[in-house]
């Protein structure tokens, strides 16, 4: 069983990053009070813009293009989920078909953009190679678990991690941001601009997504070609199944991770072999449906999710 | 009463400036990408309508869509979002395709047999969700999407296992008895895949008009849409109107899928999420929820949808553009709020001068 974790991490740890850093995005944008539906669609457009970068200044920049496609795809993603903003903000719009529009348009756009420039619809890219950490890979147990073969966004994003669990906790922006989400007119109150604090969330989401999206063409996809196998609604359910804090979240990006993974390379691992595909593959939804279930009744929801905000109201 | 119907008045007005205002971007992303839109419309509207044939591929494409669209409405009416139509469509349309290519019988028994696992099957799919909210207030949203992957991947393996077909990613033609075409349709409409689905689709919207308006059921499940604690004040079992409103919608998704894959296709393709699932959404709103709305906007969306590839054989504008048009329009639906105040000012200046 161990060693057949040591075979997989790598490429357990590679599905999980992208899937960890969309849901991230998704507790700021959730934790405001905006729900955040249309994750899917902003990691498309995130692949799309890096696809693009990457494919116009890679001749010119060699590796360098990859970390500014990454760069692109954040921006795009945060410039796209003001749109999903200005609806459920400004307009309070019902958010979840706010967020579905985002998902089509995402879909539909940059699919047509791609056809005008490439005719197939397709974009492909040469990704990240994978290192293995000097010194750390050699570490028993963990050292090949960890440090072998890795991408370097992986570590990007577990910073990011960090310095967003940081902000959220640790700073006067991340604990107005929380109360946003929880009874905004008492921020409103003490003379906070619930509407900008909600508007930089859902933008943060949109920039984080825009990158998890990013991080799956330059990692292990390789191609852009108009979907992210519904890694976004993967990310939205890691979210709940992480009840809303960040190390749930990890914990649950890990466990779809891994999940995932063993799914997908069970023929290979003998011990897996016998278990029929059809377990292996919906194991991941299943178990999420029975956390929910679980969690539920005592769900730790923020309690404004969802809800437009409206000055008047108490 | 006159106040009542400028307000339905406004609704058309509304509907049809969200319609208006995605063809127009429809247009603009046409022109950005250095195309004719008035060549790309005309050959996209030519190719839903200009022949018989292609009225009845039309009607044959939007019948699908009429389903999902009752699907999500109804279970909108009761406040549910249901974005599982996708899994319950393909759940309901493998159990049909499953009958029709196993058991054995007459034409009309055997369509009826189908129908009514498509119907059940479809129903139960979404049961679960629907019971999980309504006893464990699991949010609809995210288990429906967990039922349309566990949908998908089950299709995904027991179609080669126990139906494959000429290719390892499609079950076996149906035949000819358990298909929802008939030889006097399609020759009606000069050898179009127009079915027996159209009739169906049909008395799925008048069965909605009539459980929705004239029976306590319908009352019921608006009521717990309207307010869940107000209505479990009154004495309705909201639990209940949950799972029943799902169940509706679920089974109307699942018949969907039948004339799908038996009707429009002949036979069942794996390894996609049917996106007459997340169309369904994006059907409702534009109908604003109504059975009749519902049925139009589906229409048109089949329009969009069987013009398209005559559309890109003519002019080289890549289909996806009407994906794009159907979403832009669904973002205008989101907000229309900005239409509605567009039009109270026009209204206001108006008045002011005259």
């Known amino acids: 069983m161990w060693q057949i974790l040591q075979q997989i991490s790598p490429y357990a740890i590679a599905f999980t990053i992208p899937l960890l850093i969309t849901a991230i995005g998704g507790l700021y944008s959730e934790r405001s009070g905006v729900v955040n539906i249309g994750l899917e669609g902003l990691m498309v457009i995130g692949s799309f813009a890096a696809a693009i970068t990457v494919t116009v200044f890679q001749p010119v920049l060699s590796s360098q293009a990859l970390w500014l496609g990454l760069l692109a795809a954040m921006l795009a993603g945060a410039a796209f989920s003001l749109l999903h903003a200005f609806a459920s903000i400004s307009l309070q719009a019902n958010q979840v078909i706010s967020g579905t529009a985002i998902n089509m348009i995402a879909g539909a756009l940059t699919v047509f953009i791609a056809r005008n420039l490439t005719g197939s619809g397709n974009i492909q890219i040469s990704p990240f190679t994978r290192f293995d950490i000097p010194g750390l890979s050699e570490i028993p147990v963990i050292g090949k678990m960890l440090f072998v073969s890795t991408y370097a966004t992986t570590w990007l994003v577990l910073l990011i991690f960090i310095v967003a669990y940081f902000v959220l906790y640790k700073t006067v922006y991340g604990l107005r941001l929380r109360a946003c989400g929880e009874h905004p007119q008492a921020v409103a109150s003490a003379g906070v601009n619930v509407q900008w604090v909600r508007y930089t969330a859902v933008a943060i989401s949109g920039a984080c997504a825009g990158l998890g999206g990013a991080i799956i063409l330059t990692t292990y996809s390789g191609e852009f070609n108009g979907s992210v196998f519904g890694l976004g609604f993967l990310a939205l359910a890691a979210l709940i199944f992480g009840q809303w804090k960040p190390l749930g979240i990890l914990g649950a990006a890990f466990f779809f991770g891994f999940a995932s993974t063993l799914a997908t390379s069970a023929q290979a691992i003998p011990a897996l072999a016998q278990i029929p595909g059809v377990v292996l593959k919906t194991f991941p939804y299943i178990v999420t449906l029975l956390v929910l279930v679980i969690f539920s009744k005592t769900s730790q929801a923020p309690r404004t999710a969802g809800e437009p905000f409206e000055q008047g109201k108490r | ?354």
């Open chain 2, 1 to 354: 009463m006159t106040q009542f119907h400028y307000e339905e008045r406004k609704e058309v007005v509304i509907l049809l400036m969200t319609i208006l205002l995605g063809l127009v971007a429809g247009a603009i992303f046409m022109l950005m990408t250095g195309h004719d839109p008035a060549a790309g419309y005309e050959f996209l509207f030519r190719g839903g309508l200009m022949s018989l044939e292609r009225i009845g591929n039309t009607v044959a494409t939007a019948v699908p869509l009429i389903f999902t669209g009752l699907s999500v409405a109804f279970a909108f009416k009761t406040g549910l979002f249901n974005i599982g139509a996708a899994g319950q469509l393909l759940i309901g349309g493998f159990c049909a395709v499953a009958v029709g290519l196993t058991v054995e019988l007459a034409k009309p028994l055997l369509l009826i047999v189908m129908i009514l696992i498509a119907l059940i099957s479809g129903g139960l799919w979404a049961a679960i969700p629907g019971w999980f909210k309504a006893r464990f207030n699991v949010h609809e949203v995210v288990s429906t999407i967990m039922m349309n992957w566990i949908a998908y991947w089950l299709v995904y393996y027991l179609v080669p296992a126990y139906f494959k077909g000429a290719f390892e990613t499609e079950s076996r033609n149906i035949p000819a008895a358990a298909s929802l075409r008939t030889e006097g349709l399609s020759q009606l409409f000069d050898g179009s895949y127009i079915n027996l689905g159209t009739f169906l689709a049909l008395a799925a919207v008048l069965f909605s008009v009539f459980i929705l308006q004239r029976t306590t059921l319908g009352f019921e499940l608006k009521a717990v849409g309207f307010n869940r604690y107000a209505a479990e004040c009154a004495g309705i079992n909201a639990g209940r109107s949950i799972v029943l409103s799902m169940v509706i919608a679920g089974a109307l998704a699942g018949l969907g899928g039948m004339t799908l894959y038996c009707g429009y296709a002949t036979n069942l393709q794996i390894g996609i999420l049917p996106s007459q699932g997340i169309d369904g959404i994006a059907v409702a709103l534009l109908g604003a929820n109504s059975p009749w709305g519902v049925l139009a906007a589906a229409l048109f969306f089949g329009l969009l949808y069987s013009g398209k590839g005559f559309m890109n054989a003519m002019t080289s504008i890549p289909p996806e553009i009407a994906d794009t048009i159907i979403a832009t329009i669904i973002y205008f639906a989101a907000t229309s709020v900005l239409i509605e105040k567009g039009i109270e000012r026009v209204r206001k200046s108006q008045k002011g001068g005259s």
